[in-house]
């Protein structure tokens, strides 16, 4: 299924922030300029909820790229570091969203063949850590969440990732949610402990499955027509 979600707000100039001049790493020659930004919760480019979160971030005054505080960390890094990093984050990225969506498709005690297949569509997305992230889809299915293991997960996310990321991994869990057609109560419970362990408003929830489901009919009465 495919959907649109993130978030989006009204950045304004910090005054007082200092500017890094001629270092944005994009264009080679834009200034860095400090700003505040209020996020929503966003779904098909509709702003639905006010996130408790003010981020500051650098956007470059040449090309308009954005980068979030840590740019000047790793304008001080090098490139071998930098690239470490984003590994670092992609598989933290990935780990959490195996481990959610598995333990997500496993919560109402059935594993259906949707859900399965939701999983190994987005297992395709990691070529280079295949191996591990099946074995961490295996162990998250024959265990569930035994020593915390998905919420460690989780966690490990939520201190490397931004939010967009993490409502990303929220979001695909919650098309596992429902893939086979019935939300049950655990289905529900799980999904609100995942936003509260993501640092995010649990009424969310409603949002977020509501925005899913009216996309899904689109795309229903789109085939039907078609
Ligand atoms: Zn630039």
């Not at 007082?16 to 300029?33: A, I, R």
């Not at 690239?83 to 969506?101: F, V």
């Not at 259906?112 to 992230?133: S, T, Y």
């Not at 919650?174 to 529900?188: R, S």
Request: aromatic letters at 8%; proline letters at 3%.
């Amino acid at each position: 299924m495919f959907i649109l979600f993130g978030t989006r707000g009204l950045k304004h100039e910090v005054k007082e922030s200092p500017v890094l001049s001629n270092s944005c790493p994009n264009c080679k020659e834009g200034n860095l300029v400090n700003k505040l930004y209020r996020r929503w919760f966003t779904l098909f480019f509709i702003p639905v909820i006010p996130l408790d979160v003010v981020d500051r971030f650098y956007e470059c005054d040449n090309c308009k790229s954005a980068y979030n505080e840590s740019i000047k960390t790793v304008l001080q890094q090098s490139q071998q570091e930098i690239t470490e990093n984003q590994k670092n984050a992609q598989r933290a990225y990935a780990k959490a969203l195996i481990a959610a969506m598995t333990h997500m498709a496993i919560i109402d005690g059935d594993f259906a063949v949707e859900e399965e297949r939701e999983i190994m569509d987005a297992l395709q997305g990691f070529p280079d850590i295949k191996d591990e992230l099946t074995e961490i889809h295996q162990k998250v299915k024959e265990q569930g969440n035994i020593d915390n293991q998905v919420f460690n997960y989780l966690n490990e996310a939520r201190n490397q990732l931004s939010s967009e990321s993490l409502i990303n991994i929220l979001a695909q869990a919650a098309v596992v949610l429902l893939a086979d057609g019935a939300i049950e109560k655990e289905e529900e419970n799980l999904m609100k402990e995942y936003l509260i362990a993501c640092g995010l408003p649990k009424e969310m929830y409603h949002t977020l499955i509501d925005k899913l489901k009216q996309k899904d009919m689109t795309n229903i009465k789109k085939e039907q027509m078609n």
